[in-house]
């Protein structure tokens, strides 16, 4: 009785710099090493377009011959559009095991991750209940050298084929840019506190008229040891879990304990603070949160 050679696992491929970029080429070369790829990309840059969709205008998606014996697609939207249009139109009832976004010419650290069109496309693929990775290299350049980071690549997609990655979380992999100096390894760590401290530097056109370009400084507030800026700082490969939910768990205890929240005038006005609840949620029994988190 024979029996068949088990499916390969499914992997999809998109990112933010465009279906032309070098990033997404080594993405493509390292993945096709390790199950059956389709690629869905835009047709152009996408940086910093953060999580946008497109709204009120034709969505294109046309059939690309750019990768050799690779089903890819160029799409005239965000990096968020191609996900969407990857999971419910290319790939229909087909589940991908994977899905990659990268590798970004920049690095997406920090606050970053906010802007990042790279990272956008892994977290819309976490939203729709796909396990997913985006990957960044710390260098700006077109001309980037990604050689370095190959083998972290492939390393890093295997554990995730291998042992999954936690429902609803996006992997935030940053890779120090090629230096004399091998990698030192990986480290799973948390988002740094670090930010753009902004400017708008005040130009005129040939016309006169006034016109902003933003510039600014990246500047980490953390003096932490177990952040993505530290790890990248000492060579090391950056891995955050990211999630879509961004309710401040914090924010919400306190919220709950101190805002006093009845109507001005009411009989309850005087009456001390009480824990909000989530609509039709009862009173939490004693000793029990009233977040439910216990």
Known sequence: MSTSAPAKPLILISNDDGITAPGIAMLVRVMRRLGEVVVVAPNSPQSGMG??????????????????????????????????????????????????????????????????????????????????????????????????AEEWVERLARQALEHGIPAGTALNVNIPKKSDQPIAGAMVCRQARAKWQEEFDLRHDPYKRPYYWLIGSFVNEDPGQDTDEYALANNYIS????????????????????????????????????????????????????????
Not at 67 to 73: D, L, M, T
Not at 244 to 272: C, K, M, N
């Open 51 to 148: 999580h946008a969709i497109t709204i009120g205008k034709p969505l294109r998606l046309d059939p690309s011959r750019i990768f050799e014996g690779i089903e890819a697609y160029e799409c005239s939207g965000t990096p968020a559009d191609c996900v969407k249009l990857a999971k419910h139109h290319v790939l229909k009832d087909r589940r991908p095991d994977l899905v990659v976004s990268g590798i970004n010419h920049g690095s997406n650290s920090a606050v970053n991750v906010l802007y990042s069109g790279t990272m956008s496309a892994a977290i819309e693929a976490a939203i729709e209940g796909l396990p997913a990775i985006g990957f960044s290299l710390c260098d700006y350049g077109h001309e980037a050298d990604f050689s370095h």
């Open 239 to 294: 891995i955050v879990p990211c999630q879509y939910d961004l309710t401040s768990q914090a924010g919400l205890r306190q919220l709950q304990q101190s805002w006093e929240l009845s109507v001005p005038g009411s009989a309850t006005s005087s009456a001390p603070a009480v824990p909000l609840h989530a609509a039709g949620s009862a009173t939490p029994a004693p000793g029990e949160s009233a977040s439910g988190l216990g």
